[in-house]
């Protein structure tokens, strides 16, 4: 059975001395008895410093929030898998929606940088999502199914099992609007079957598909009953301690509940 894992994705927030605090308030609380995982995705600028923070913290681990595909070069502004690698991060989101939107990434260059992160040893956290127009066509499943296939292209089984994706509809991100449970299931569902489809059982028992969207500790209650669902990818409310702290227990009591009695 695979455990739950709730990541913070910080996104462009925080001041240095409100990253500093936050890390030491979750490395004070999150013991290593739990069975969820963790991990925080703090602005790249504070990796280093909260690196050693957590260096003796295996229980949290940390990610970046993109990275270039390139291992090193003339890329102004850009950070590469190497260069993560060598502060030991382990994780890096990829094709965030906010990174396809704003910074007009597309699935060819998600798929470079799952791949580029996979040759480094870190683990992507590839994002896919429908826009609201796109769901209301009736077309999500398609396009989030394609989005998924060109982000794996091209990888064997071994790199598949390594990766987590997270579904992320773009009209539930820092809305307040949320996809139900069975809505996000249905989607998640569909994810591992193609991930299936692509390698094998096996690897598609192993892969963490995580839900994210708007995710609070008053709404997620529904989604991490489901069995499918391992878990949040989590912006706004993984700013706020409490809040981190509640979606980490929810997650754990699921665990507990789908051990006996599986959704
Ligand atoms: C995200 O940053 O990936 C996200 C889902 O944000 P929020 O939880 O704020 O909607």
């Given at each position: 059975m695979r455990n739950k894992l709730i990541i913070g994705n910080w996104k462009m927030n925080l001041g240095l001395a409100?990253?500093?605090?936050?890390?030491?308030?979750?490395?004070?609380?999150?013991?290593?008895?739990?069975?969820?995982?963790?991990?925080?995705?703090?602005?790249?600028?504070?990796?280093?410093?909260l690196m050693n923070?957590?260096?003796?913290?295996?229980?949290?681990?940390?990610?970046?929030?993109?990275?270039?595909?390139?291992?090193?070069?003339?890329?102004?502004?850009?950070?590469?898998?190497k260069m993560l690698?060598?502060?030991?991060?382990?994780?890096?989101?990829?094709?965030h929606s906010e990174r396809r939107q704003y910074f007009n990434e597309n699935d060819?260059?998600?798929?470079?940088?799952?791949?580029?992160?996979?040759?480094?040893?870190?683990t992507p956290i590839l994002c896919v999502g429908e826009d609201l127009k796109t769901r209301e066509n009736g077309e999500a499943e398609n396009y989030v199914k394609n989005q998924l296939i060109e982000g794996i292209k091209g990888l064997n089984n071994?790199?598949?099992?390594?990766?987590?994706?997270?579904?992320?509809?773009?009209?539930?991100?820092?809305t307040g609007k949320i996809c139900s449970g069975e809505d996000a299931n249905k989607i998640i569902k569909m994810i591992r079957s193609t991930?299936?489809?692509?390698?094998?059982?096996?690897?598609?028992?192993?892969?963490?598909?995580?839900?994210?969207?708007?995710v609070k500790s008053d709404n997620f209650k529904e989604h991490i009953q489901y069995e499918d669902i391992d878990g949040g990818l989590v912006g706004g409310a993984s700013l706020n301690f409490e809040e981190f702290i509640k979606l980490i227990d929810l997650a754990n009591t699921a665990h507990e509940q789908t051990q006996s009695h599986p959704v």
């Open positions: 409100d990253a500093q605090d936050l890390v030491f308030k979750l490395k004070s609380s999150i013991g290593s008895k739990q069975s969820t995982e963790v991990a925080i995705c703090p602005p790249s600028v504070y990796l280093m410093t923070v957590l260096k003796d913290t295996p229980q949290i681990k940390v990610g970046a929030q993109n990275m270039f595909y390139k291992e090193e070069g003339a890329y102004t502004g850009e950070t590469s898998p690698k060598d502060l030991h991060v382990q994780m890096v989101i990829i094709g060819k260059d998600v798929n470079l940088k799952v791949k580029s992160a996979l040759k480094f040893g870190l071994s790199e598949i099992e390594k990766i987590i994706i997270a579904y992320e509809p773009i009209w539930a991100i820092g991930i299936k489809d692509k390698s094998s059982s096996n690897v598609s028992d192993k892969v963490k598909i995580l839900y994210g969207g708007s």
